[in-house]
T-cell receptor, first 110, second 113 residues
Framework: TQLLEQSPQFLSIQEGENLTVYCNSS?????LQWYRQEPGEGPVLLVT?????EVKKLKRLTFQFGDARKDSSLHITAAQPGDTGLYLC??????????FGTGTRLTIIP | SAVISQKPSRDICQRGTSLTIQCQVD?????MFWYRQQPGQSLTLIAT?????????ESGFVIDKFPISRPNLTFSTLTVSNMSPEDSSIYLC??????????FGSGTRLTVV
């Protein structure tokens, strides 16, 4: 059973548009991480959020952790072709293993 | 954060054979993790490798099929044994990097023919 559901699964938009990716769960996580993976590479950490309601910004990327620490979102402003990749959320609960989301494959069309 | 060197980056193997994947970390780490990823999909944890003890396998993965070695705190191998086409996948190793989350190797793309 996949504990972290991401939506949408696939997203293809024009350069310059905005987008939001969602990561939802019925479980509470102590922290949630977002990764981006490009072809032929391993996932690379973008951000970690640990506090309910927390908002973190990384240039054009805005990450939010839900108040109840069950969900998170990633918003990209003015998307660029370099944003293309597989986005993965991953939750941690205490000493349990890291749980990955189902993934969102993003394509930015120049 | 840690830097991981994983090899081979890709291989094409005959069914029934075995492939050993290596991961070298530039610092000492207690646990190393091995994942499987179908192209374009999410990651599934195979096992956790601790130095000096047997690896801990997740449900659906067994030691006979995926033996793991962890001879020291900077190195681990995962062997995919008696391969079938269903084993075709990307295999990744990972270590925890504290504030930096988890660091991953660049992956091994395995094709079994």
């Amino acid at each position: 059973t996949q504990l972290l559901e991401q939506s949408p699964q696939f997203l293809s938009i024009q350069e310059g548009e905005n987008l939001t990716v969602y990561c939802n769960s019925s479980s509470v996580f102590s922290s949630l991480q977002w990764y981006r993976q490009e072809p032929g590479e391993g996932p690379v950490l973008l951000v970690t959020v640990v506090t309910g309601g927390e908002v973190k910004k990384l240039k054009r990327l805005t990450f939010q952790f839900g108040d109840a620490r069950k969900d998170s979102s990633l918003h990209i402003t003015a998307a660029q072709p370099g944003d293309t990749g597989l986005y993965l959320c991953a939750g941690e609960k205490g000493n349990e293993k890291l749980t990955f989301g189902t993934g969102t494959r993003l394509t930015i069309i120049p | 954060s840690a830097v991981i060197s994983q090899k081979p980056s890709r291989d094409i193997c005959q069914r029934g054979t075995s492939l050993t994947i290596q991961c070298q970390v530039d610092s000492q780490v207690t646990m190393m993790f091995w994942y499987r990823q179908q192209p374009g999909q999410s990651l599934t944890l195979i096992a956790t490798a601790n130095q000096g003890s047997e690896a801990t396998y997740e449900s659906g993965f067994v030691i006979d099929k995926f033996p793991i070695s962890r001879p020291n705190l900077t190195f681990s191998t995962l062997t995919v044994s008696n391969m079938s086409p269903e084993d075709s996948s990307i295999y990744l190793c990972s270590v925890e990097s504290g504030l930096y989350g988890y660091t991953f190797g660049s992956g091994t793309r395995l094709t079994v023919v």
